[in-house]
């Protein structure tokens, strides 16, 4: 199942709540037994979710902030065992006003490639990891 971030930007500042991420790749299986703490048991073993340890922050657009226009971006990434992250789909883009699509999507894309994770595992071996982040541009809060 692909986790999900969903983050807020409101005036440029970020609320961000992540949960359960997907993984790609195969592993021993293990008893719930042999999970270490803060691992979680899978029908793939034990798996370790990434650890973000760089997030950049996407910048709303200036314009789109001036005119009052909200949107949501919804991508769909994937972390590398390096930690990188690449692999950037987009799901989906709204806005209030369509013609910001473009820019609010460039601002998500531009800020997630910057982000870094410490990879996830699954039995102590790093693994690539796909997740969904969304990213809500609010003017108004």
């Known amino acids: 199942m692909p986790g999900r971030h969903n983050v807020v930007v409101l005036a440029g500042s970020p609320l961000t709540i992540s949960m359960c991420i ?9 008893s719930a037994d042999d999970c270490h703490k803060g691992e ?9 979710d990434p650890k973000i340890i ?4 996407p910048v709303y657009p200036p314009e789109a ?14 972390v590398t065992v390096e ?3 690449d692999e950037i789909t987009v799901l989906n883009v709204q806005a209030t006003d369509a013609s910001f699509n473009e820019s609010l999507q460039g601002a998500a894309i531009t800020a ?3 982000w870094k994770y410490r990879p996830g595992t699954i039995g102590g071996k ?3 990891i796909y997740f ?3 990213i809500d541009f609010l003017s108004g809060q």
């Open 54 to 57: 760089h997030k950049t922050q």
């Open 65 to 78: 902030r001036k005119r009052g226009v909200d949107g949501s971006v919804t991508l769909q990434s994937r």
């Open 83 to 85: 930690g990188t992250v």
């Open 132 to 134: 969904t982040v969304v």
């Open 126 to 128: 790093p693994v690539a």
């Open 112 to 114: 997630l490639k910057q």
């Open 22 to 30: 997907g993984i790609v790749g195969a592993a021993e299986k293990k």
């Open 40 to 48: 979680t048991k899978t029908h793939q073993g034990c798996v370790k």
